[in-house]
């Protein structure tokens, strides 16, 4: 099995395009009744997904994870993700 060294053809790091912010460039605060858009930022495991893989800046990031909370305290969201029998 091979991996990819994450280096480019001259030997520095290969840099990709950095993701905005979507809830800065729309104007809008993560809201807890939004379900659909906090999906996108948690795991099929349910885990809030890094900032570095969002690219959602600090300040809403923080907002974010009070939001998904918020949503998996009143039942939205699911606090644990579902097992499934093979």
Known sequence: MTFKSGRGSSGGR???????????????DPDYKDIKRLQKYITAQGKILPRRRTGV????????SVAIKRARHL???????????A
């Open 14 to 28: 290969v840099r990709g395009r950095r993701r905005e912010c979507e809830f800065t460039k729309l104007g809008i």
């Open 57 to 64: 800046t600090a300040k809403m990031q923080r907002r974010l």
């Open 75 to 85: 039942a939205l969201l699911p606090a644990a993700p579902q097992h499934t029998r």
